[in-house]
């Protein structure tokens, strides 16, 4: 037989201090015993499987990963590992997993250790702080471009202002003053432009907040907004505490996900779904979280033409004729100043924006 590892070779650790150095993992680890029975998996390993150990405890380990090693006569010599395989899960959801078993001793006795990694969510993970970087180089140089716009702005708009005293003087019949007229409401729709492209200022004071009371004051807010052919559906977990947010901004963020989802279904119609959970030991960024509650927005419009998925969170780019595509932007820098972030998912017939913000 191969040579065995402890799992925690140090005599000074207590078992307890064992166990939480298990439970802290990211990564999913299964101690079978001698007869490859399930004794024991981490939360990590719960979450992966959706199963509790007290449901497979004293099982054979292959009812969790049925299919995973092909060759075990080799286990007795080395540690097996499997590069990629697919998990099917409870809810048919399918997960890559890459999965290594070993011999291991754990507590005096004698067993094998299997350890899985879940290769999609290191890929999310890996997805969404290359889309993080990205974002806030986007985000820098449009602000760096509105800051040197807005100052010429404010000169032309003075100028005209003058100017137009001085017409009045001498230009009796008024048909100067349209033309002073013309440029000072231009530069004033432009300086408009200009400041929701440099974003909400958001110096307001964050307090506790329920996330349901804020769904349910947006959906009010905009509810003449809402076509007739559109049914809203709501799906929460009761369970979210209090969130630390700017009110008043979040309000703003989750408004302009669920105006754009009803103008997405102004044609056809369909159920907007708005569902609420909280996942555990989420990464944001470079950060990994403990929980992060998570508000979903899923409507049944046309989708987000894939040409232009990867630069909707870019200020100025959008699919509407009459858009500004400033609405997802500033939603997305309300959402980071809380920590969080948005993630978008897109199909004909179903798109969706995940809004994660870190519990404390």
Known sequence: MGR???????????QTQKVELLESLDLAVVWLDAEMRIRYFNIAAGELFQVSLRQVKGMPWSMLVPNLFQNMDALQDQKL???????????????RISATISACELGGEQGWLLELFNIERH???TEEDERWHQYEAGNMLVKTLAHEIKNPLAGIYGSAQLLEKRMKQWDETGKSQRFTQVILSEVQRLENLVNRMLGPRLNEEKTPENIHHLIRYVLEVVEPNKPD??????????????????FESMVQALMNIILNAYQA???HGGILTIKTRVERKFTLGAKTHPLVAVVSITDEGEGIPPEMFDA?????????????GLGLPVSQNIVREHDGLIVA???PGETSFHIYLPLK
């Open 265 to 267: 279904m102004e044609k």
């Open 4 to 14: 065995r590892k402890k799992l925690i070779p140090s005599e000074e650790v207590t």
């Open 345 to 347: 998912e897109s199909e």
């Open 81 to 95: 590992t499997v590069h990629e395989h697919t998990l099917v899960l409870p809810d048919a959801k399918k997960v």
């Open 312 to 324: 909707i969170f870019y200020p100025m780019v959008t699919s509407k004729q009459n858009g500004t």
């Open 229 to 246: 052919n559109v049914a809203i559906k709501l799906d929460y977990d009761p369970s979210i505490p209090e969130i630390e947010m700017a």
């Open 123 to 125: 890929q999310r993970i």
